[in-house]
């Protein structure tokens, strides 16, 4: 399984940054914004990496050597951007594709650069491999199962042939280690509420702070929140609000390899593969919903 997941991640990688070169070419001109049922923003750099990385999936297949693993083009996609999927038709899956195109469309839209393509492979209702691909700050974060996680800022180097060894040798393991004694929160850019700002204040009175000198709030967009903890830049991401499982499935797999975890507030780790996709639905919000938390001594949950 490991060296499967080594080869295919390399692949996975190529189709990311494929998109992301795509969402660039929209970036750069000016764009129509639509909107969907729920509201939430819809471009034609949303649709066109969901093409591409949809493309990529099907065509991916094994190395010979492992060719006892089913084809890979069997492998289901869900996306956000493709046809609704009944929850009958994939809660049998025993591993399928979980696909955010373009996750900060917000930030895109507001061009801050803080957008990222995401793309997950979820075994067991788990993710097993995550590639989280910011273009417009090229920069990539990526991990598979037993591999470990990393973080590469030299994503134009990487092309179809390239194995995964060689784009190891552009990147750095994650986490990396801080010198600083802070408490480092990173809050949503776009979804920031009271609720949120409540429970950072409350921070500096629980457990979380001791052996820390000070608490720093930063923001920032999309699945980046969930790399920065992963990387060591930032301690702690609460999320008080609804996500959906494609925005986190793949940060979800690099901050796992990072030695981090998500959690509902309830302390128990959640599964991919809900009824709806909602990981936190708003009738199941009381304080604190969602959290990815870097391990540090003494740090246990609120």
């Given at each position: ?47 066109l ?21 089913p ?5 289901p ?6 046809k609704?999927?009944?929850?009958d ?15 900060g ?64 040798k ?21 979804h920031?509420?009271?609720e ?20 720093i ?8 929140k ?8 930032a ?12 925005d ?7 901050v ?12 128990s780790?959640?599964?991919v593969q ?29």
């Open positions: 399984m490991k060296e499967f997941l080594s080869d295919l991640l390399a692949q996975v990688i190529f189709t990311a940054v494929k998109a992301g070169g795509k969402i660039m070419e929209i970036y750069h001109k000016d764009f129509s914004v639509k909107y969907k049922d729920d509201k939430s923003p819809l471009t034609e750099a949303d649709k990496s969901n093409e591409i990385i949809c493309d990529g999936l099907k065509q991916l297949t094994p190395a010979p050597r492992h060719t006892p693993t084809t890979l083009t069997r492998i996609i869900l996306s956000e951007e493709n609704e999927i009944p929850y038709d994939r809660k049998n899956w025993d591993i399928f594709w979980l696909v955010d195109p373009l996750d469309t917000k930030e895109f839209i507001k061009k801050n650069g803080e957008f990222t393509v995401n793309i997950a492979l979820i075994h067991k209702d788990s993710p097993v491999l995550g590639v989280v691909y910011a273009p417009a700050i090229n920069t990539l974060y990526y991990a598979a199962k037993g591999l470990g996680a990393y973080k590469s800022v030299n994503s134009e180097t990487v092309n179809s042939e390239r194995r995964m060894n060689e784009i190891l552009n990147s750095v393991k994650l986490p990396v280690e801080r010198d600083d004694k802070d408490l480092i929160v990173v809050a949503s850019r776009s920031m509420n009271q949120t700002q409540n429970f950072i204040e409350a921070l500096k009175e629980s457990s979380l702070f001791t052996n820390h000198s000070s608490l709030t930063t923001s920032i967009g999309s699945s980046l969930i790399c920065l903890v992963a990387e060591g830049k301690d702690i991401y609460p999320r008080l609000g609804p996500t959906m499982e494609w986190t499935a793949a940060a979800h797999a690099i796992k390899e990072a030695g981090g975890e998500i959690y509902i507030y309830d302390s780790m959640f599964n809900s009824s709806n996709l909602i990981q936190n639905p708003e009738s199941k919000i009381q304080n604190f919903q969602l959290d990815a938390q870097h391990p540090t001594p003494n740090t246990q949950y609120l």
